[in-house]
Each structure stands twice: as C-alpha cells, then as structure tokens.
Nanobody
Framework: VQLQASGGGLVQPGGSLGLSCAAS????????MFWYHQAPGKQRELVAL???????RYADSVKGRFTISRDTAKNTVYLQMSSLKPEDTAVYYC?????????????WGQGTLVTVSS
C-alpha cells in the first residue's frame, strides 16, 4: 500500500492550485484522510481532514480558502486551494489510515511542494 501525492507547483499570490493523493495496493478501505503542510523551519501542521463519513475540518488559517474532498471509488483525496498566500508555501503531505488484508495502519505520501510567490 502506498500514497502518491501530486499537483504541487509555483503559483502567484491570490491564485489557485489543486492537489491530489491516490492510495494504491491491496486496500480494503480507507478511514479518515488528511492533508498536512510543513513550511521551511517549522513543524508539520494539519491543514484539513475528511472523515470516512464525509465530514471535514480545517485549520483556521485556511478556512474559507481550501476545500478537502475525497473520491472513495478512486481511493483519492483532494485539496483545492484558492486565494493562496505566500505563507501557504510549504511541502504538503497527505496522510491516511488504510485498511489492508493485514492490518489498519497509517500511511504518508511523499510530499509535494507548493510555492506561492510573485
């Protein structure tokens, strides 16, 4: 089982960018899914989460600007980011608790860099 994130890049302040993260392997199901980010010199922080039932939560810093969603059939979680600010610059990581034939365990994606700059 692995998580593969994609969609990072360079965007101007005020712009939009979408991230995706797909789980692959012998998956029975996926519980909650998360997006974190880690800015240079700072600790990794939770950005958004989506529960298995579809409920969502956001960090105060991104409320109203970011939207997390998931496609259960594709085992994929998305993060749509808008009104981006320079302080959103970070490596973004997806995270999920995935049920396989062996066990339920936590997985991390490899991280994708988002740079907000003019």
């Amino acid at each position: 089982v692995q998580l593969q994130a994609s969609g990072g890049g360079l965007v101007q302040p005020g712009g939009s960018l979408g991230l995706s993260c797909a789980a692959s392997g012998r998956i029975i199901g996926i519980n909650d899914m998360f997006w974190y980010h880690q800015a240079p010199g700072k600790q990794r922080e939770l950005v958004a989460l989506i529960l298995s039932g579809g409920g969502t939560r956001y960090a105060d810093s991104v409320k109203g600007r970011f939207t997390i969603s998931r496609d259960t059939a594709k085992n994929t979680v998305y993060l749509q980011m808008s009104s981006l600010k320079p302080e959103d610059t970070a490596v973004y990581y997806c995270n999920a608790f995935i049920r396989s034939m062996i066990a339920t365990r936590e997985y991390w994606g490899q991280g994708t860099l988002v740079t907000v700059s003019s």
